[in-house]
């Protein structure tokens, strides 16, 4: 059984699951995910991600009956499915708690790509100590700092290389993206990446299409999650110009000038693509959730590049200091031969090299399938 509960987690859940298939053919699967998961498995999900990708604590609060009951009834599956191994990836605060139930229940627990208790919520490190018996890193720098507080951590290589190098692979030519976008302007691309939950999209869009919208010669394009609706950002954009572009963002980032992106895993997938980025992260944009966020989190930077590098490679605009003018100001240095462009595809390419080149999810699935079955450290 697994559970992914965002875009990014069905992405890695699915390559997950087919290298479980190709080492176990009688591999049966029940899962809390999306489509790419969906068709890995070749039946639906017991819950879609749009019922599980809330954000936020005010978000989260109206949202609660719905999370209690996806909590439930997922309690209820591991009781009746009975898995030899229950897999997490990512979706921490949810996938904590039902990690506690299911070693409960006796049943084994591995989680992939590690909660990110090493920027807030350290907290949680006994709790993971307790319920789990692999975790499972996709970070270079997160082992040493797991095995600190005791706990053996596997590095399996990060998912996203792969998964951008396949996907690029195959991609159209520019013209022809352009054509099933229905896209006509000729004009350099900036992307816009906005985020896959509609809290950090209405938080972050209209900025971030102000922001492109000061570069005249440049055309916008929104990469847009497929389980988001046209018309929910149509009403957040208000923009009659606007171009969408759904499931294709690293076609799209491929072929772009520049990027403006929410601070995320999609951070990583350019930096990996090499498309110089903005990040930014608007939030309620205020002073005061900036120095309480300050002195929660336990690290430098927020965006994945900087965090693996160790420096500062993309510039981060985070809160109050997210504004169209500012964003404008960094995203200007990088369409344009500069030190700033330099610096951070120099930064791109030591990024990479510390990344490695190993498929996280074949060594992950690996390591799943040798761990044998049951409850218990292997």
Excluded at 214 to 227: G, K, L
Aim: charged share 25%; proline share 6%; with cysteine.
């Amino acid at each position: 059984m697994l559970v992914a509960g965002e875009a990014s987690g069905d992405l890695h859940a699915s390559r997950l699951m087919e290298e479980i298939k190709r080492l176990d053919k009688e591999a049966d699967f029940r899962f809390l995910g999306g489509d790419l998961m969906a068709r890995t498995a070749g039946r639906d999900p017991e819950i879609h991600i749009e019922k599980m990708n809330v954000m936020g604590f005010s978000e989260v609060i109206r949202s609660l009956p719905t999370v209690l009951s996806n909590l439930n009834r997922a309690k209820e599956l591991l009781r009746e499915f009975r898995p030899d191994v229950l897999i997490l990836v990512d979706y921490p605060s949810f996938n904590l708690k039902l990690a506690a139930y299911a070693h409960s229940q006796g049943i084994r627990v591995d989680w992939m790509i590690a909660p990110k208790v090493w920027a807030w919520k350290e907290w949680r490190i006994p709790k993971l100590k307790k319920y789990l018996t692999n975790l499972y890193s996709i970070l270079p720098f997160e082992p040493a700092y797991f095995k600190r507080h005791g706990m053996d951590v596997r590095y399996v290589g990060n998912p996203t290389v792969k998964e951008v190098e396949e996907s690029l692979s195959h991609i159209p030519p520019k013209k022809h993206f352009l054509e099933r976008q229905g896209i006509s302007d000729q004009r350099p691309i900036i992307a816009i990446l906005p985020g896959s939950r509609k809290a950090e999209i209405r938080n972050n869009l209209p900025l971030m299409i102000e922001a492109a919208k000061r570069f005249p010669d440049y055309q916008y394009i929104i990469a847009a999650a497929p389980s988001v609706a046209e018309k929910f950002y149509r009403s957040i954009a208000q923009d009659a110009g606007l171009q969408l572009a759904f499931g294709a963002t690293h076609t799209l980032l491929k072929y772009s000038a520049a990027a403006i992106v929410t601070s995320g895993t999609a951070t990583l997938e350019t930096a990996v693509i090499g498309t110089p980025q903005v990040v930014c992260y608007r939030g309620n944009g205020s002073h005061l959730t900036y120095g309480i966020m300050k002195r929660i989190l336990k690290v430098k930077y927020v965006s994945l590049p900087n965090l693996i590098v160790g420096n500062t490679i993309v510039p981060e605009l985070l809160l109050h200091n997210c504004t169209a003018e500012r964003v404008a100001r960094a995203l200007g240095a990088l369409l344009q031969p500069s030190p700033q462009r330099d610096w951070q595809l120099s930064g791109y390419r030591n990024m990479k090299k510390r990344l490695g080149t190993t498929d996280a999810s074949k060594i992950a699935a690996e390591y799943i399938c040798k761990s044998g079955r049951g409850a218990g450290k292997p």
